[in-house]
């Protein structure tokens, strides 16, 4: 979850702002870029702009799934050990919103070769806990 609430605070590419207004890509230089890259600091302000990126986003996803009547369900799948600030940002964004999730825990070692994608295990694993929690609604 981190990595993809990081992303929603880059404006190096087409982005949503606040109020999910579109807004074109801004270029920065290369240097600057390369050391937000290795130094990925991001201050108070940033974070709680990215909470509520992140939490508009996924609320207009699930109003939009539910307006074409499909059941919204955002998998949140957690390698391994879930660190305070994961904690911290999967309550901020997804528990205050009331957003419809599941969270599932997976062994950390359930990751693609050289990729932190779910393999074959961490899949099964997802697909069962989406079945529950869809067949416990």
């Known amino acids: 979850m981190?990595?993809?609430?990081?992303?929603?605070?880059?404006?190096?590419?087409?982005?949503?702002?606040?109020?999910?207004?579109?807004?074109?890509?801004?270029?920065h230089w290369r240097l600057a870029a390369l050391l937000r890259w290795l130094i990925p600091y991001r201050g108070s302000a940033a974070v709680e702009q990215g909470i509520?990126?992140?939490?508009?986003?996924?609320?207009?996803?699930?109003d939009l799934a539910r307006a074409r009547g499909a059941e919204p369900l955002i998998v949140v799948p957690q390698?391994?050990?879930e660190s305070a600030s994961e904690e911290m940002?999967?309550?901020?964004?997804?528990?205050e919103a009331g957003l419809?999730?599941?969270?599932?825990?997976?062994?950390?070692?359930?990751?693609?070769?050289?990729?932190?994608?779910?393999?074959?295990?961490?899949?099964?694993?997802?697909?069962i806990a989406v079945a529950e929690r869809l067949h416990g609604r």
Not at 89 to 95: A, S
Not at 114 to 123: C, E, F, I, N, Y
Request: hydrophobic residues 45%; aromatic residues 6%.
């Open 2 to 27: 981190p990595s993809l609430f990081d992303r929603n605070l880059l404006d190096n590419r087409p982005h949503l702002a606040a109020g999910l207004v579109w807004q074109p890509a801004v270029q």
């Open 52 to 62: 509520t990126r992140t939490r508009d986003s996924l609320r207009a996803l699930v």
């Open 79 to 81: 390698f391994g050990a």
């Open 89 to 95: 940002l999967r309550r901020r964004i997804l528990d």
């Open 100 to 127: 419809p999730y599941v969270h599932v825990e997976l062994d950390p070692s359930w990751h693609l070769p050289g990729d932190l994608h779910p393999d074959p295990r961490a899949a099964q694993a997802i697909a």
